[in-house]
């Protein structure tokens, strides 16, 4: 099967990126993590890619004279590493207009919650699960979607639930939901890889 050339954006720790390589090497997911982007230079992320000799690439928007300078910087190393599908995995930076456009609908992010609840500018992290706990929620999940201009809006690929304990902290629940994750954006990932993602009007089909 043909491997799916991805390029994985992080922030932080890189859990969801190392899951997405224990994945690909038990071929559970038929790709390549051919780039890890960061804008951070102490990502773990970063850490993670370079002990895998994954090329890893720290590159901010304050690096340029213009955000205009670094959307072509960074869509010009895209292109390099032929990246056919961009994974945001908490980069905490807003994806541009014009990266947008140029990966119209290959742009995806997992989100530990079920959207459209617990999204939006701002909620990210702990701050989620937080949130959902104060609400008096049950049950709460994972979304993979699709990124367009706005913060965690576009359409929901794959959504699953996760169980809300009674003696439930931020900190208990965000495991239990991160392990969630880790399961499915590789799904998710594996599904563009068999090009079984289907986008009509804003409804994902997955084709059989
Ligand atoms: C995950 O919880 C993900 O849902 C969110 O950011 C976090 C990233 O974690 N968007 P990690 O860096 O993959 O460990």
């Given at each position: 099967?043909?491997?799916?050339?991805?390029?994985?954006?992080?922030?932080?720790?890189?859990?969801?990126?190392a899951?997405?390589?224990?994945?690909?090497?038990?071929?559970?997911?038929?790709?390549?993590?051919?780039?890890?982007?960061s804008?951070?230079?102490?990502?773990?992320?970063?850490?993670?890619?370079?002990?895998?000799?994954?090329?890893?690439?720290?590159?901010?928007?304050?690096?340029?004279?213009?955000?205009?300078?670094?959307?072509?910087?960074?869509?010009?190393?895209?292109?390099?590493?032929?990246?056919?599908?961009?994974?945001?995995?908490?980069?905490?930076?807003?994806?541009?207009?014009?990266?947008?456009?140029?990966?119209?609908?290959?742009?995806v992010?997992?989100h530990?919650?079920?959207?459209?609840?617990?999204?939006?500018?701002?909620?990210?992290?702990?701050?989620?699960?937080?949130?959902?706990?104060d609400?008096?929620?049950?049950?709460?999940?994972?979304?993979?979607?699709?990124?367009?201009?706005?913060?965690?809006?576009?359409?929901?690929?794959?959504?699953?639930?996760?169980?809300?304990?009674?003696?439930?902290?931020?900190?208990?629940?965000?495991?239990?939901?991160?392990?969630?994750?880790h399961?499915?954006?590789?799904?998710?990932?594996?599904?563009?890889?068999?090009e079984?993602?289907?986008?009509?009007?804003?409804?994902?089909?997955?084709?059989?």
């Amino acid at each position: 099967m043909r491997e799916l050339k991805i390029a994985v954006f992080a922030s932080g720790r890189g859990s969801n990126l190392a899951a997405l390589m224990a994945a690909i090497e038990t071929s559970q997911l038929h790709a390549q993590i051919v780039l890890v982007v960061s804008n951070k230079a102490d990502a773990g992320a970063l850490e993670i890619a370079r002990s895998r000799g994954t090329p890893a690439l720290h590159i901010s928007s304050a690096m340029f004279p213009s955000s205009s300078e670094f959307d072509d910087a960074l869509l010009a190393q895209l292109q390099r590493h032929q990246v056919e599908v961009i994974a945001l995995s908490g980069y905490l930076k807003k994806i541009s207009t014009a990266i947008v456009r140029a990966y119209k609908n290959r742009i995806v992010n997992i989100h530990p919650a079920l959207l459209p609840a617990f999204g939006g500018k701002g909620m990210y992290g702990i701050k989620v699960h937080q949130a959902v706990l104060d609400y008096g929620c049950k049950v709460t999940g994972v979304t993979v979607h699709f990124v367009d201009d706005g913060y965690d809006s576009g359409a929901p690929i794959l959504q699953r639930c996760v169980p809300v304990h009674h003696d439930d902290t931020p900190e208990t629940l965000a495991a239990r939901v991160l392990e969630m994750e880790h399961k499915t954006y590789a799904e998710a990932l594996q599904l563009f890889a068999e090009e079984r993602i289907e986008l009509v009007g804003r409804t994902v089909r997955i084709k059989p």
